[in-house]
């Protein structure tokens, strides 16, 4: 029966959840076939959720390959500027101009979505579903690789207490265990408590598993074969003569192998506008290296034009760890970087404002000021220079939200274009892939002619620079340090790792992400600082040498109570409180 004029018009539902249940899922198997998988590769998981197994790269390596476009962003404020939002709305842009595209992300980890953080699909008419598996357990891969942590958590234990060669040193155990979820009371620990047949008493603690060193190998990995030499490599602790112990010489690598066979395996959905989206491994964007699995980004870019992939936090974070840590090891080379920036963030950075996470932004933040836009500016045109210190020219996107005035969008665009870099403001939450047209036509001119080039990417240091001399670097041309104050011995201890053949590794800096230095209150661009590098560590599985900057265990929110992000059961047995 048509709607009559006197009939009231149903509410369009407008948050995130609501949006999400609101959506009709495509059959997997149609957006398997969208990207021309073939059958025998797609395992489906339950409704829309779908396992590839890694015999697509083979059954798709002769198909030419797509465009790879990165996803980062000005250093953000603590709730974040929108990059997987940003992402997936610029894939169903794509689409919407004819392209094959999909989004390769990370899987969100289950204790930041408990607590302050909240969940990692997307937001609005920009998101990927089923929102509610994916963020709390998918296809348990998150549990899986806390599995595989933990077993060798407990075969170092077991190695200790019956006194196996080589004889770890109880002291010099460096490999902690993890849980999926922010519990304060289990950071620190005292083991093997009981009697003589509870293990040998040591200190100890827990980790949360997206900051497991597994993890990182997951994602770095690009086969079966290469995730059992990696997990091989595992650095576990020090014997008494103070030489490394890895998870191969205790024997734990092939049964954590077993334990994440299928965790290697991507995991395909779709988003709101039914394009493809690979959600793979889920690494923190500021002690790890923050991107999506290898495997993930293989298989999309010989199944589609484009692949969007989006990196943690800032150009200085994730996307710096994109380009030296996971591009070095993928052999892949980006075509395109797309640098989010929104309003609030420029304002945040002229230092007026106080943001606390967890808590509404101030009035003062919302109040148009291009000229706190402008004042600003000095973050997001460093990021633009960390991005171009790689050979790209980002594509700014300006991720608008409601309270954004044109004066402020207006600020943005005349700053990019003094620096000669296209800006496009974005409506993708609030219209979908309709939002992201404009932006998603500047990305398309940015990389034509560009697939297969190998000639303007380049990474920021050789790999036959000194550790130390790849962290001033770091420090010096992308944060814009003065030098770099290492901790007594921590040269020595780099230089004896080059003698030991590990001196060509790449370096992963875990510094806060909220300010280009150490120090979350520096804003802006901070000059006039030098980064103190307090401890090192050999993340040989993960083939990068592990830097820590500043006084950071994971991020704000963490660890803490997992009060702020209420989730229940009604009394029908829908989720409820989800966001």
Same mark, same amino acid.
């Given at each position: 029966?048509?709607?009559?004029?006197?009939?009231?018009?149903?509410?369009?539902?407008?948050?995130?959840?609501?949006?999400? &249940? %609101? $959506?009709?899922?495509?059959?997997?198997?149609?957006?398997?076939?969208? +990207? /021309? @998988?073939? !059958?025998? =590769?797609?395992?489906?998981?339950?409704?829309?959720?779908?396992?590839?197994?890694?015999?697509?790269?083979?059954?798709?390596?002769?198909?030419?390959?797509?465009?790879?476009?990165?996803?980062?962003?000005?250093?953000?404020?603590?709730?974040?500027?929108?990059?997987?939002?940003?992402?997936?709305?610029?894939?169903?842009?794509?689409?919407?101009?004819?392209? &094959? %595209? $999909?989004?390769?992300?990370?899987?969100?980890?289950?204790?930041?979505? +408990? /607590? @302050?953080? !909240?969940? =990692?699909?997307?937001?609005?008419?920009?998101?990927?579903?089923?929102?509610?598996?994916?963020?709390?357990?998918?296809?348990?891969?998150?549990?899986?690789?806390?599995?595989?942590?933990?077993?060798?958590?407990?075969?170092?234990?077991?190695?200790?207490?019956?006194?196996?060669?080589?004889?770890?040193?109880?002291?010099?155990?460096?490999?902690?265990?993890?849980?999926?979820?922010?519990?304060?009371?289990?950071?620190?620990?005292?083991?093997? +408590? /009981?009697?003589? !047949?509870?293990?040998?008493?040591?200190?100890?603690?827990?980790?949360?598993?997206?900051?497991?060193?597994?993890?990182?190998?997951?994602?770095?990995?690009?086969?079966?074969?290469?995730?059992?030499?990696?997990?091989?490599?595992?650095?576990?602790?020090?014997?008494?003569?103070?030489?490394?112990?890895?998870?191969?010489?205790?024997?734990?690598?092939?049964?954590?192998?077993?334990?994440?066979?299928?965790?290697?395996?991507?995991?395909?959905?779709?988003? +709101?506008?039914?394009?493809?989206?690979?959600?793979?491994?889920?690494?923190?964007?500021?002690?790890?290296?923050?991107?999506?699995?290898?495997?993930?980004?293989?298989?999309?870019?010989?199944?589609?034009?484009?692949?969007?992939?989006?990196?943690?936090?800032?150009?200085?974070?994730?996307?710096?760890?994109?380009?030296?840590?996971?591009?070095?090891?993928?052999?892949?080379?980006?075509?395109?970087?797309?640098?989010?920036?929104?309003?609030?963030?420029?304002?945040?950075?002229?230092?007026?404002?106080?943001?606390?996470?967890?808590?509404?932004?101030?009035?003062?933040?919302?109040?148009?000021?291009?000229?706190?836009?402008?004042?600003?500016?000095?973050?997001?045109?460093?990021?633009?220079?960390?991005?171009?210190?790689?050979?790209?020219?980002?594509?700014?996107?300006?991720?608008?939200?409601?309270?954004?005035?044109?004066?402020?969008?207006?600020?943005?665009?005349?700053?990019?274009?003094?620096?000669?870099?296209?800006?496009?403001?974005?409506?993708?939450?609030?219209?979908?892939?309709?939002?992201?047209?404009?932006?998603?036509?500047?990305?398309?001119?940015?990389?034509?002619?560009?697939?297969?080039?190998?000639?303007?990417?380049?990474?920021?240091?050789?790999?036959?620079?000194?550790?130390?001399?790849?962290?001033?670097?770091?420090?010096?041309?992308?944060?814009?340090?003065?030098?770099?104050?290492?901790?007594?011995?921590?040269?020595?201890?780099?230089?004896?790792?080059?003698?030991?053949?590990?001196?060509?590794?790449?370096?992963?800096?875990?510094?806060?992400?909220?300010?280009?230095?150490?120090?979350?209150?520096?804003?802006?661009?901070?000059?006039?600082?030098?980064?103190?590098?307090?401890?090192?560590?050999?993340?040989?599985?993960?083939?990068?040498?592990?830097?820590?900057?500043?006084?950071?265990?994971?991020?704000?929110?963490?660890?803490?109570?997992?009060?702020?992000?209420?989730?229940?059961?009604?009394?029908?047995?829908?989720?409820?409180?989800?966001?």
């Amino acid at each position: 029966m048509p709607t009559q004029a006197t009939d009231p018009i149903p509410a369009q539902p407008n948050d995130n959840l609501s949006i999400a &249940r %609101a $959506a009709r899922l495509w059959p997997i198997e149609e957006i398997a076939h969208r +990207l /021309g @998988l073939p !059958g025998e =590769a797609v395992e489906p998981y339950g409704r829309g959720i779908a396992k590839i197994d890694l015999t697509a790269m083979t059954a798709l390596a002769e198909s030419p390959r797509g465009r790879y476009v990165v996803v980062t962003s000005m250093t953000p404020t603590p709730p974040g500027e929108g990059k997987t939002t940003t992402a997936i709305g610029l894939v169903q842009g794509l689409q919407r101009l004819g392209h &094959r %595209a $999909a989004v390769a992300l990370r899987q969100p980890s289950m204790g930041p979505t +408990l /607590g @302050l953080k !909240g969940g =990692a699909t997307g937001g609005g008419h920009s998101q990927v579903l089923p929102m509610e598996r994916i963020n709390l357990h998918l296809t348990g891969d998150l549990h899986a690789v806390a599995a595989a942590h933990n077993l060798l958590a407990a075969m170092v234990d077991n190695h200790l207490h019956h006194r196996l060669t080589p004889e770890l040193s109880p002291r010099d155990i460096c490999w902690q265990r993890v849980i999926d979820l922010n519990d304060r009371a289990l950071r620190h620990l005292v083991l093997g +408590l /009981g009697g003589r !047949g509870d293990g040998v008493p040591r200190q100890g603690g827990f980790e949360i598993t997206a900051a497991s060193e597994v993890m990182a190998v997951l994602a770095l990995a690009d086969s079966l074969a290469d995730l059992r030499k990696r997990l091989g490599r595992l650095i576990v602790g020090l014997d008494h003569d103070g030489e490394p112990v890895t998870a191969e010489q205790i024997g734990a690598a092939g049964a954590m192998t077993v334990l994440l066979k299928e965790a290697l395996k991507p995991n395909l959905l779709q988003t +709101l506008e039914h394009a493809p989206a690979l959600i793979h491994a889920g690494p923190f964007g500021n002690i790890a290296h923050g991107n999506s699995s290898i495997v993930a980004d293989r298989i999309g870019l010989h199944a589609a034009d484009f692949v969007v992939t989006e990196a943690g936090f800032g150009a200085d974070m994730g996307g710096e760890r994109f380009f030296n840590i996971k591009c070095r090891a993928s052999g892949l080379t980006p075509d395109a970087a797309v640098l989010v920036v929104t309003v609030r963030a420029m304002k945040y950075h002229c230092g007026q404002h106080r943001v606390v996470p967890g808590q509404p932004l101030p009035a003062s933040l919302l109040a148009e000021a291009p000229e706190e836009v402008m004042a600003g500016g000095a973050n997001l045109l460093k990021q633009i220079d960390n991005v171009r210190d790689h050979g790209l020219t980002p594509v700014v996107a300006i991720n608008a939200f409601p309270g954004d005035h044109p004066s402020e969008v207006a600020a943005i665009r005349e700053l990019c274009a003094s620096v000669g870099v296209r800006a496009e403001l974005s409506t993708h939450v609030r219209d979908g892939g309709e939002g992201a047209v404009a932006l998603a036509e500047a990305l398309v001119e940015a990389t034509e002619g560009a697939a297969g080039d190998t000639d303007a990417f380049h990474y920021l240091y050789p790999d036959e620079l000194p550790l130390a001399d790849k962290i001033e670097r770091i420090a010096t041309r992308l944060y814009g340090a003065d030098g770099v104050d290492f901790a007594p011995g921590i040269r020595e201890r780099l230089a004896g790792w080059e003698a030991r053949g590990y001196g060509a590794l790449p370096v992963c800096i875990a510094k806060t992400h909220m300010s280009l230095s150490h120090d979350a209150r520096l804003l802006g661009a901070p000059t006039g600082w030098r980064l103190p590098v307090r401890e090192v560590r050999l993340s040989a599985g993960a083939g990068f040498v592990y830097a820590l900057a500043g006084d950071i265990r994971t991020m704000p929110g963490l660890n803490a109570s997992p009060a702020a992000t209420r989730i229940d059961i009604d009394d029908e047995g829908n989720t409820v409180g989800l966001y």
